[in-house]
């Protein structure tokens, strides 16, 4: 069975830096583009970006870009989503999802990881 | 960036009834690059439609997908009771890829 297993949840303070993880197995992760969502308190969903795992080929939302970094390791089947200087308003839920197609982004999300929760307060 | 803007923002039904939940797209969807998904409490999303008709794996046939260009809805023919959930619709043929505001669907 497919699974997207997401590191546990992240208490920090501002300024702090984290990477959070998230590890595929039962599939061939390395060919599957993953994507990354943020989803605030009470809110919505939004697509901060997506890396295909094989070349590590990353794109970014311009309304995330320059404030994360997404990168993978193919050879543990892990993809990252990290932060050098965390804010308060970072506090969200962070999902994973693999692109359900092998080789292509223009696909949906079939597979989610179970969100890990980032809470930075001072 | 092409914004998605669904309504309404929250539809109070009753076990049995019909739901139709409304995605309009600021320019014209990609290939018809459209998705829906289901996110419960403490959950995460889970893909019921997309191409803008085809069910996901798994996905009960009272869920189904219309549309084309701007305008996708999706129905629920007849709620059952794991139904009332927030349903967000996703364009995936642009970059970026966006999500709309989300539609919840609550007990009367």
């Known amino acids: 069975e497919v699974q997207l297993v997401q590191s546990g949840a992240e208490v920090k303070k501002p300024g702090e830096s984290l990477k959070i993880s998230c590890k595929g197995s039962a599939y061939n992760f390395a060919n599957y583009w993953v994507t990354w969502v943020r989803q605030m308190p009470g809110k919505g969903l939004e697509w901060m970006g997506i890396i295909y795992p094989s070349d590590s080929d990353t794109r970014y939302s311009p309304s995330f870009q320059g404030l994360v970094t997404i990168s993978a390791d193919k050879s543990i089947s892990t993809a990252y989503l990290q932060w050098s200087s965390l804010k308060a308003s970072d506090t969200a839920i962070y999902y994973c999802?693999?692109?359900?197609?092998?080789?292509?982004?223009?696909?949906?999300?079939?597979?989610w990881g179970q969100g890990t929760l980032v809470t930075v307060s001072s | 960036e092409i914004v998605l803007t669904q309504s309404p923002g929250t539809l109070s039904l009753s076990p049995g009834e019909r739901a139709a939940l409304s995605c309009r797209a600021s320019?014209?969807?990609?290939?018809?690059?459209l998705a829906w998904y289901q996110q419960k409490p403490g959950q995460a999303p889970r893909l019921l439609i997309y191409g803008v008709s085809s069910r996901a794996t798994g996905i009960p046939d009272r869920f189904s997908g219309s549309g084309s260009g701007t305008d996708f809805t999706l129905t629920i023919s007849r709620l059952e009771p794991e139904d009332f959930a927030v349903y967000y619709c996703?364009?995936?043929?642009?970059?970026?890829?966006?999500f709309g505001p989300g539609t919840k669907v609550e007990i009367k």
């Open positions: 999802a693999r692109h359900s197609e092998h080789g292509t982004s223009w696909t949906p999300l079939d597979y």
């Open positions: 320019q014209s969807v990609y290939s018809n690059y």
């Open positions: 996703q364009q995936y043929g642009y970059s970026p890829r966006t």
